[in-house]
């Protein structure tokens, strides 16, 4: 069965701090990894894409890294700000565009 | 990229209603979806809008159930029929630009219905 399972399923953070979602997959074929941010009552929103020959990627203050031989990525917040609060979704993508979403992470930042 | 807009936002319906969710993308897109997101849950993709034909239904989803139309490439709606306060979720419209599968997936805002 195709699943992506992610860690933890929430945590609170201070300002300012840094983060580590995980997120780990059994999808196969393996097409990419996505990582999406959705805040509360709007749609997610696209952070970072990677296929099988990326390890990392950032968009601003996020990294996000694959390792694709153990099927792990992980998404880094870094010096987080209040607004970074929100639901942090993995999703990988099949060769057939299938799609697998994991559950989700949600994050609280607090001031 | 694409700028996907859904209207309603939110509503609230009453048992036995139903209600159609429009989606309108502002440039041509290869595929278009229709998700569902139950309170506190993941995304669940419910079909798949195919442009000119019949919507392609995941298992446990069906048409009588979810109409879905796509008369164009930019345009697309689904129903939500006989609705249950079960059918209480955020439905988000979604949809791949450009004329070649790209992988970027873009999502609308949603609209969040209100099953009492």
Excluded at chain 1, 57 to 64: F, L
Excluded at chain 1, 90 to 108: H, I, M, P, Q
Excluded at chain 2, 49 to 54: K, V, W, Y
Aim: glycine letters at 6%; charged letters at 15%.
């Amino acid at each position: 069965k195709n699943q992506v399972e992610q860690s933890p399923q929430s945590l609170i953070i201070l300002e300012g701090k840094n983060c580590t979602l995980q997120c780990n997959y059994t999808v196969s074929p393996f097409s990419n990894l996505r990582w999406y941010k959705q805040d509360t009552g709007r749609g997610p929103v696209s952070l970072t894409i990677m296929t099988f020959s990326e390890n990392t990627k950032s968009n601003g203050r996020y990294t996000a890294t694959l390792d694709a031989d153990t099927k792990q990525s992980s998404l880094h917040i870094t010096a987080s700000q209040l607004s970074d609060s929100a639901s942090y979704i993995c999703v990988v993508s099949r060769n057939d565009y299938k799609l697998s979403f994991g559950a989700g992470t949600t994050v609280t930042v607090r001031a | 990229s694409a700028v996907i807009s859904q209207k309603p936002s939110r509503d609230i319906c009453q048992r036995g209603t139903s209600l159609t969710i429009q989606c309108q993308v502002d440039s041509q897109v290869t595929m278009m979806f229709w998700y569902r997101q139950q309170p506190g849950q993941s995304l669940t993709l419910i079909a798949t809008a195919n442009q000119g034909s019949e919507a392609t239904y995941e298992s446990g989803f069906v048409i009588d159930k979810f109409p879905i139309s796509r008369p164009n490439l930019t345009f697309s709606t689904l129903t939500v029929s006989n609705m249950s306060p079960e059918d209480s979720s955020i439905y988000l419209c979604s949809a791949v630009p450009g004329r070649k599968n790209t992988g970027e997936l873009f999502f609308g805002e949603g609209s969040r219905l209100t099953v009492l």
